[in-house]
């Protein structure tokens, strides 16, 4: 059986993929910029960008979700 292993930012980029539909449906989007050092840097866009819950949904719930998955995600940041 052939196994292929992704690499970090694939995976995240895969879990980002997974939360979209959520973000949409809630009239946002976010988007990957890139991955350094440990650090996940991401763009909330739409309604994501101006809302007042933005550090929740961050902080709670995106990068919670990833760093469960991938735990060398020490942070993520929101490039505005």
């Known amino acids: 059986m052939l196994v292929i292993e992704m690499n970090t930012e694939e995976k995240i980029k895969e879990i980002i993929n997974k939360l979209r539909p959520y973000l ?11 991955y350094e050092d440990g650090i996940l840097y991401i ?6 960008a101006g809302c007042a819950l933005i550090d929740y949904t961050l902080k709670d719930g995106i990068e919670m ?8 995600v020490k942070e993520v940041v929101n490039i505005s």
């Open 24 to 34: 949409i449906g809630d009239g946002g989007d976010i988007e990957f910029v890139k």
């Open 43 to 48: 763009k909330m866009l739409g309604a994501c």
């Open 65 to 72: 979700a990833i760093k469960e998955e991938v735990p060398e």
